[in-house]
């Protein structure tokens, strides 16, 4: 029943800055969060008494649970100010990397979706036609070993551009309480993997355990976040963007879930969504948003999905994009070498070097993140986060295939 301590990631990562202090300030952080995800004791409890808590009780207790917050409780402030701090030492010409998106994109975004139950599966049509209505695809996370299963259905949203993901086993909260539950369930899992022929999990209620989770057959996994002090298993890496985490690339979400909006903290609308989407455009992250089938039931909060649907679609050179194609393109990144041609250039070498571009990331402490810029009347504020800010660098490309430079800035 008890969880193997943990106090290392043995796990090999690279990240979006991978030298010097600021990967130090993502290590950091994902060091933190592999000591902080464990289950307290009344959790292990509460998942051990689970099926036998009628869901009215459930609610209850998750409602009971919500303890107060910070107002801006969805930012990783403190992961930002290490960031800043590490950014600025390096001096004023910020940290020199490949962009975090290819093609000229500035921000990507990206829904997900878990299915969790019965209900929710009757409402994926309803959700994935309101995405088609403003030319957007998701992923659905589907537990193989819980509900009625239609592969018809499956084979319709992959057909139509949907991608399909593995959402743990039964959800029943016990996956990641020993090694022994996790491995017994393991052939289970990748079995359904290649049933469904998808490569991306999300574990239920997202526990986690980034060793354990190598032995699975994926090729992403979404199973961390940024910052969520609501879930049962604390803890959040910070960074807005994926990283390589071992076999795979890890997608943290970074806007928080629709169950903590609507059902713990009685949110009515959207606007915490749009002001994290605010932050992570500034930054040029990953806006990874999940919502659930199950949860948006009612049209007051479709509403407001349709809302944060509409709002992406306003922003100019977004990727509106899928978890796999986020690890592919992440993939080729990591492949990319970035070097100093001259004090004016620089070059970018590798497989994919025609989809990158080059950038530095400064700190710029005199500057403020204004989250709520979109909005006359916030509700929402905390005291402002020194600013990050992105500068494109002028740069060559060189690609294996040609050997040949050619000068595009
Ligand atoms: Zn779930």
């Known amino acids: 029943m008890n969880a193997e301590p943990k106090s290392k990631t043995p796990v090999e990562c690279r ?7 600021p990967a130090r300030v993502f290590q950091e952080a994902l060091r933190a969060d592999s000591i902080a995800a464990q289950l307290s004791l009344a959790f292990r409890v509460y998942y051990r008494l689970r099926s036998l808590i009628p869901s009215p009780v459930r609610r209850l207790l998750q409602r009971c649970r919500a303890v107060r917050q ?10 930002h100010l290490a960031l800043c701090e590490a950014i600025a030492k390096a ?31 009757k409402n994926i049509e309803h959700i994935a036609k309101i995405e088609e209505e403003f030319g957007i695809r998701s992923s659905w996370n589907i537990v193989p070993y819980k509900y009625p299963v239609d592969m018809g259905l499956i084979r319709d949203l992959q057909s139509r551009g949907f991608e399909v993901g593995v959402h743990g086993y039964n959800h029943d909260g016990k996956l990641f309480t020993s090694r022994a539950i996790f491995d ?10 290649a049933k469904f022929c998808v490569s991306g999990f999300r574990a239920p209620m997202v526990h986690r355990n980034l060793e354990w989770l190598q032995s699975l057959e994926i090729d992403h996994d979404g199973s961390y976040f940024d910052v969520d002090p609501y879930q049962a298993m604390p803890g959040g890496v910070g960074g807005v963007w994926p990283f390589i985490a071992g076999r795979f690339v890890e997608l943290p979400y970074t806007l928080p879930q629709d169950h903590t909006l ?3 903290l009685h949110e009515r609308d959207g606007r915490i969504w749009h002001e994290k989407l605010n932050y992570v455009a500034a930054l040029g992250g990953l806006a990874l948003v999940v919502t659930h089938p199950d949860y948006l039931d009612n049209e007051l909060r479709v509403d407001a999905y349709r809302r944060l649907l509409g709002r992406v679609r306003e922003f100019d050179h977004v990727w509106c994009t899928l978890p796999q194609d986020v690890a ?28 990158a571009s ?10 403020r993140f204004a989250t709520s810029q979109n909005f006359a009347a916030p509700v929402h504020s905390g005291p402002a986060l020194p600013r ?8 060559l490309r060189v690609t294996p295939k040609t050997s040949v430079a050619k000068t595009l800035v």
């Open 91 to 121: 001096g004023d010409e910020g940290v020199p990397t490949i962009y975090p998106w290819p093609d000229g994109q500035r921000f990507a975004f990206v829904p997900t979706h878990d299915v969790e139950t019965a209900e929710g599966w």
């Open 70 to 79: 910070a107002p801006d409780w969805y930012l990783p402030r403190e992961f």
């Open 262 to 264: 609507f059902v713990a």
């Open 358 to 367: 080059a950038s530095t990331l400064c700190a710029v402490p005199d500057r």
């Open 328 to 355: 592919v393109w992440w993939r080729e990144r990591d492949q990319l070498a970035l070097n100093r041609e001259s004090d004016e250039k620089w070059c970018i070498s590798g497989p994919a070097a025609h989809r």
């Open 15 to 21: 990240f979006l800055l991978n030298a010097g202090a």
């Open 388 to 395: 990050l800010e992105w500068i494109d660098l002028p740069f």
């Open 184 to 193: 017994r369930r393991l052939p289970a899992m990748n079995a359904a993997l």
